[in-house]
């Protein structure tokens, strides 16, 4: 079995990229501090991508701010 290190590591960057920006955009309108969310959910998504995917689900049914 031939497992290729580069088509890995560019699955998990391309998964990492998409779960971000998803993360950013339910985030928006629902915290001040948006730079966090998103530094956040990277990190979580380098560490341990499931726990990103929860993030990111937290975020999408998250309520939004009330002023």
């Given amino acids: 079995m031939d497992i290729n290190a ?12 998409v779960i971000v920006g998803l993360t950013v955009k339910f985030a928006k309108g629902k915290t001040t501090h948006l730079l966090q969310v998103g530094m956040l959910a990277l990190l979580l998504n380098l560490v341990f991508a499931p726990a990103g995917w929860i993030y990111c689900w937290y975020w999408s049914t998250k309520a939004p701010l009330t002023r």
Avoid: H, V
Wanted: aromatic share 0%; proline share 0%.
């Fill in 6 to 17: 580069t088509l890995i590591s560019l699955t998990i960057l391309m998964l990492t990229i």
